[in-house]
């Protein structure tokens, strides 16, 4: 079993940043991979970004450049770096962690870009 607990969302200007992170507790030495997704009213949750054990990540296009995603072994911690975020970054910011062929996730927390 692996427990998550996200934090960092709040309320932020256009242009402004954010740093979201992810505490993993458990079963955390049998994680393969750790993402962020994000999910905004009336619609489905989508990928952000993910990090492989091997510091390996993907971005979705519509952050690519913008955001960071990164993992602290140490302190069991998965961190989003948010820079020049946009109104339609607004969503609940969700973690996750993939682990003996199951996927948990965290419980979630909101960010909202304002204009």
């Known amino acids: 079993q692996v427990q998550l607990v996200e934090s960092g969302g709040e309320l932020v200007q256009a242009e402004g940043s954010l740093r979201l992170s992810c505490v993993a507790s458990?079963?955390?030495?049998?994680?393969?991979?750790m993402g962020w997704y994000r999910q905004a009213p009336g619609k489905q949750r989508d990928m952000v970004a993910v990090?492989?054990?091997?510091?390996?990540?993907n971005y979705a296009d519509s952050v690519k450049g913008r955001f960071t995603i990164s993992r602290d072994n140490v302190k069991n911690t998965l961190y989003l770096q948010m820079n020049s975020l946009k109104p339609e970054d607004t969503a609940v910011y969700y973690c996750?962690?993939?682990?003996?062929?199951?996927?948990?996730w965290g419980q979630g927390t909101q960010v909202t870009v304002s204009s």
């Open positions: 458990g079963s955390i030495f049998s994680i393969a991979s």
């Open positions: 990090i492989t054990s091997g510091g390996s990540t």
């Open positions: 996750n962690a993939f682990s003996r062929n199951r996927l948990y």
